[in-house]
């Protein structure tokens, strides 16, 4: 077990329960991240300290309570960081939903409660031992995610499961035990018990831990999970479900990537309909209103930019401006990042696509535009306070007149001076 090497930080907080006669295992994601030859920032423990216990062993001020229901106790190491130390814990009534859970059992009840065998490997630094009951580690050899004993009884327990089985496989490129993808499947009509919270996490993880997301889209689609949970998305066809796909490389820190991911899935479906899936999933505000509008830009300009990236000429200075404007100076990034997903996706299943050379050369003058051009009102040389100056009185009329003049600016930029804008604001009027 050479590669398990858990942080100093996480050696002393394990040893100081031994020393006071407690069990203290290393467990979970860790140990199998460890094994796989990843690394894994929260090395959690588990203990045969009760949470009262841990609090009195570490005192007060270096512990946290922040799952005492469920025995978990944070406890701060000396830089400040905080490790999960959770009770041995077994549980004792599941309705699919909530589990309630009873302390004082052994390390192998503990494990017989984790989901995965996968996941259900402990270590003792102190014992320089594993446990592994369930065969997790021939698991891993064999690139398998199979439930800790009856899959079904498993999944009835804890629907979720059914949702963290798929995405484990994907993000390690392992293959789902038959028996275990059975009763997947057999979950998938019970899955609108789960909380939307619940559900969108497990979609947020999927967009950020997994590298190639559309695995674990399609075994969503496949098992039926989809159908259950958010239906439009399981109609999305199998080359947009690709687009997340070519998206960046993994980084649980991006959640920009992550809103980017979810813009080139939803591409597909009308923006009002991907504001309605967002905000049943209880997503943020902000994540919502970043993918709808990418969304709605996206139906607006797809087309038409990649129609002229597929023309002889590259497209003109203005009509990159003129995108660039529709499209927002702050959201082009990322809106070209996610069309550019939808793209390769394409050009992968032999669809016709701008080629990524061409993308790329727009996408860069896009951001330099973003940059330098007057495309907004903010950056005209003035203001509506200067036509009502001039004489034109406030109201729609004026909003009008500024827009026509930022439209001719970005059409023509030497025209971004006082002079010339308080003629034609004077002219415009006068017309009107
Ligand atoms: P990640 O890298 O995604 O955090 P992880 O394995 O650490 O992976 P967590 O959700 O942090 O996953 O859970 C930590 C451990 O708790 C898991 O490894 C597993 O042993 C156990 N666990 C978590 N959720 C469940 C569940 N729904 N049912 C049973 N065991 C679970
Ligand atoms: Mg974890």
Aim: with cysteine; net charge neutral.
């Amino acid at each position: 077990m050479e590669r398990l090497h858990p942080p100093a930080a996480v050696l002393e907080i394990a040893d100081k329960l031994e020393d006071a006669g407690f069990e203290a295992w290393c467990v979970g994601g860790a140990i199998r991240d460890a094994i796989l030859g990843h690394s894994h920032l929260d090395w959690d423990l588990a203990t045969s300290a009760t949470p009262s216990e841990i609090r009195t062993l570490f005192g007060e001020r270096r512990t946290i309570p922040i799952g005492i229901e469920f025995g978990t106790v944070g406890v701060l190491d000396r830089a400040g960081g905080m490790h999960e130390v959770t009770t041995f814990r077994r549980d004792v009534k599941a309705d699919g939903r909530h589990a309630e859970v009873e302390f004082g059992v052994s390390l192998e009840d503990d494990l017989a409660r984790r989901d995965f065998t996968i996941n259900a490997i402990a270590y003792s630094p102190r014992l320089r031992e594993v446990r592994d009951p369930f065969g997790g580690r021939d698991d891993i050899a064999r690139r398998l995610v199979r439930a800790v004993g009856d899959p079904d009884a498993r999944m009835r327990e804890d629907r979720l499961r059914a949702l963290r089985a798929i995405r484990f496989a994907a993000r390690f490129e392992f293959a789902i035990d038959a028996t275990t993808l059975a009763a997947i499947r057999a979950s998938a009509p019970f899955l609108g018990r789960l909380s939307p919270e619940r559900v969108k996490q497990e979609l947020d993880k999927t967009m950020e831990q997994v590298r190639l997301p559309s695995r674990a889209l399609a075994v969503w689609r496949d098992t039926g999970a989809f159908e259950t949970l958010i239906p439009p998305v399981g109609t999305i066809s199998a080359e947009r479900m690709a687009a997340p796909d070519f998206i960046g490389v993994p980084n649980r820190a991006k959640p920009a990537r992550r809103a980017i991911r979810f813009a080139a899935l939803l591409s597909e479906l009308p923006a009002n309909e991907v504001a309605t899936i967002l905000s049943s999933l209880r997503s943020s505000r902000q994540e919502l209103q970043a993918v709808s509008t990418m969304v709605d830009r996206w139906h607006a300009l797809g087309d038409e930019i990649a129609r002229a990236l597929a023309a002889d000429a590259p497209p003109s200075d203005a009509q990159v401006r003129r995108w660039v404007a529709a499209i927002g100076r702050l959201t082009v990034g990322a809106f070209m990042r996610a069309a550019n997903g939808v793209w390769r996706a394409r050009a992968q299943k032999g669809l016709e696509a701008p080629t990524a050379i061409a993308v790329r050369a727009l996408y860069r003058r896009m951001l330099r535009s973003a940059f330098h051009d007057a495309i907004d009102l903010g950056s005209l040389a003035i203001d509506g306070d200067d036509l009502r100056r001039a004489g034109i009185p406030a109201g729609p009329g004026l909003g009008k007149i500024l827009n026509a003049l930022l439209a001719t600016v970005i059409e023509d930029p030497s025209r971004n001076t006082t002079d010339w804008l308080l003629h034609e604001g004077k002219r415009l009027h006068a017309d009107a």
